[in-house]
């Protein structure tokens, strides 16, 4: 008997669709949110608008981890939907295939999905997070080369302010300048030019400002009065301010999820560390295990809610499933917290959580899967078939009487 038969690969195809559609539009639905507020927050610390993207790959991890176990759901949930609605799940199952049997394709997939997202909470996220934090860091220092402003005063340093009126050809070509300069030993020089342009030189840390047809004023300690020179042509060096090296990865205290696996679970049983950073990266560590071994329960979740009952086509099971597992992520969230804090265990505030989420999964499992014409949701979905009658008589009502009031 071949391991994958036909049914695997019909069951497959009902899957990957949705699973990649939902994981695709997840992450994109992030990205996109994402993506107006790097613009704004490069705009307002005047950087290149290619470190927006930079920026956007560096997120792309972190989200992907959060659309995978929604992808994974929504993609068992709806195959199995399609199934019960079409007839074809009582057709398998009268041939003698049952849910378990059914479950071997969806269980590859989720396997295989929980073995990528522990290499993305685990060793590629915290990385990608570095280097997205090193990026804000580099973009408010000025190493990413910050441009200036037309039309306002920018401080480049302690000892230079600049102002342009107009910039062109991508800032290449400048016009309206005005450059003050001042150093330490009290010398100041004031320029005003008609064009300028910005050219590199071989040392890194100071460039050229090329200035053409304008006034420059020169003052001293020493002079009597200031000294003004007219120019066609005048090269001014500007010292590039000099940029503090950035932390290294993990160096936080108080953030432990620029940390791999491996490196939370050496920081939270080292002794030498203090007892608040000890809790803290436990925390993390059985935070990032749980939302993955919530992925291999994902399977049952997704049938229990995936059939409605019997001459119904309520969807409540599609939004019920989204409600849960962002609950259940939520619920994470506050036991790291707790757990960080010291206040219980780390242990137990986070696998708690999942031993009674697993326990409430199993038992719907059993209800649809063992007890006949069982529905784990039947009381919802009575509520729900009630409430949706109620507001289509409302509906019905309220067209009723728009239209007597029209005859009237």
């Not at 009065?225 to 301010?241: A, C, K, Q």
């Not at 989204?322 to 917290?337: C, F, L, R, S």
């Not at 219980?344 to 499992?365: E, R």
């Amino acid at each position: 008997m071949k391991f994958i038969s036909a049914t695997d690969r019909y069951i497959a195809r009902l899957v990957t669709v949705p699973l990649i559609s939902t994981l695709i539009i997840a992450s994109m639905l992030l990205l996109i949110e994402k993506m107006t507020r790097l613009f704004d927050f490069v705009a307002t610390e005047g950087g290149p608008v290619s470190v927006v993207w930079r920026m956007l790959a560096n997120l792309i991890p972190e989200y992907m981890s959060l659309g995978i176990p929604i992808g994974l759901l929504l993609g068992i949930l709806l195959a199995f939907r399609r199934l019960a609605t079409s007839s074809e799940l009582d057709i398998f199952r009268a041939v003698g295939q049952g849910y378990l049997r059914l479950l071997r394709v969806p269980y590859i997939f989720a396997i295989a999905l929980a073995i990528v997202n522990f290499g993305i909470v685990g060793f590629l996220q915290p990385v990608s997070r570095y280097l997205y934090e090193e990026l804000r860091f580099e973009l408010r220092s000025g190493a990413l080369g910050a441009s200036i402003k037309v039309g306002e005063f920018t401080n480049l340093g302690q000892n230079l302010t600049m102002r342009i009126d107009e910039s062109r050809n991508n800032g290449k070509n400048l016009s309206g300048m005005f450059v003050s300069a001042k150093s330490n030993k009290g010398q100041t020089i004031a320029v005003t030019a008609a064009k300028g342009q910005f050219l590199r030189t071989d040392d890194p840390d100071t460039i050229i400002l090329r200035l053409k047809d304008g006034t420059l004023v020169h003052d001293a300690p020493t002079y009597n009065h200031p000294r003004v020179l007219t120019f066609s042509n005048h090269d001014l060096p500007i010292p590039l301010p000099k940029i503090e090296n950035f932390r290294g990865r993990g160096d936080t205290s108080d953030d432990n999820r620029e940390l791999t696996i491996p490196e939370l679970w050496r920081v939270g049983h080292d002794t030498a560390k203090p007892a608040e950073r000890r809790y803290s990266a436990q925390a993390n560590f059985h935070f990032r295990l749980v939302e993955v071994a919530m992925m291999l329960l994902l399977p049952l979740l997704a049938v229990a809610l995936a059939i409605p009952p019997k001459r119904s086509t309520s969807a409540l099971g599609v939004f019920l499933s989204i409600i849960m597992v962002v609950t259940y992520h939520k619920v994470n969230e506050y036991a790291e917290d707790i757990g960080a804090a010291g206040v219980i265990d780390p242990i137990i505030a986070l696998w708690g959580p999942f031993l009674i989420f697993a326990a409430l999964i199993l038992w719907m499992y059993h209800v649809i899967a063992h007890v006949p014409g069982g529905q784990p949701i039947g009381g919802l979905e009575l509520a729900a078939a009630k409430i949706g009658k109620q507001m289509k008589k409302l509906s019905q009502w309220g067209g009723k009487s728009k239209l007597r009031t029209a005859e009237a």
